[in-house]
């Protein structure tokens, strides 16, 4: 069965950091890219960023660009994502999510989300 | 950046109607938007990719179609576990983007 199961969530003050985590399990990790998607309380689905199979290519929205950064670690099945100078509207619940295919970069695959409360 | 609007936002609807939402794109997709359902304090789940097909194991009652720049979702005998909010996405080009959902409400 695919698990995706984040942590590294929880209350930073504004300016401050957090790396979330991303196990992956049941799939061969490196065979998908890689994205992270995010939902402020009672808002909508926002994608942030992704990676691509060997770590080599990543993207960003212009929202995180500058601050936040995506990597991976093929070898332990594990996604990462360095969030620096968070601010309030950071906050949200952040998934890992996994494409269908290579072809397909739709989410079909998702973790259960991890909870990121920017305040002081 | 590709725009994704979703109408309605709201859609009040009874068990066994059939139901369409409508998602629209400010460029062409092709056929490269998928659709998710999400239910409060749920992850969302992928129902539909490229615009038609129909992932393994969702009812055979929802259906996708469109290209270009319309899509529609269609569930054509509304069940109680499909009251839920509704997102497209579009995944043609970075960022990708998603509409703003539609919240199907009994």
């Known amino acids: 069965e695919v698990q995706l199961v984040e942590s590294g969530g929880g209350l930073v003050q504004p300016g401050g950091s957090l790396r979330l985590s991303c196990a992956g399990s049941?799939?061969?990790?490196?065979?998908?890219?890689m994205h992270w998607v995010r939902q402020a309380p009672g808002k909508g689905l926002e994608w942030v960023s992704s990676?691509?199979?060997?770590?080599?290519?990543?993207r960003y929205a212009d929202s995180v660009k500058g601050r936040f950064t995506i990597s991976r670690d093929n070898a332990n099945n594990t996604l990462y994502f360095q969030m620096n100078s968070l601010t309030a509207e950071d906050t949200a619940v952040y998934y890992c999510?996994?494409?269908?295919?290579?072809?397909?970069?739709?989410?079909?695959?998702w973790g259960q989300g991890t909870l990121v409360t920017v305040s002081s | 950046d590709i725009q994704m609007t979703q109408s309605p936002s709201t859609l009040s609807a009874s068990v066994g109607d059939r139901v369409s939402f409508t998602c629209r794109a400010s460029?062409?997709?092709?056929?490269?938007l998928a659709w998710y359902q999400q239910k409060p304090g749920k992850v969302p789940k992928l129902l539909m990719f490229?615009?038609?097909n129909l992932i393994s194991g969702v009812p055979s009652r929802f259906s996708g179609s469109g290209s270009g720049t319309e899509f529609t979702l269609t569930i054509s005998s509304l069940q109680p576990d499909d009251f839920a909010t509704y997102y497209c996405?579009?995944?043609?080009?970075?960022?990708?983007?998603f509409g703003q959902g539609t919240k199907l409400e009994i």
């Open positions: 996405q579009q995944y043609v080009s970075y960022p990708y983007t």
């Open positions: 460029e062409s997709l092709t056929t490269l």
């Open positions: 990676i691509n199979l060997e770590g080599s290519a990543t």
């Open positions: 999510a996994r494409v269908r295919s290579t072809f397909h970069e739709c989410f079909e695959k």
């Open positions: 049941g799939f061969t990790f490196s065979d998908y890219w």
């Open positions: 490229d615009a038609s």
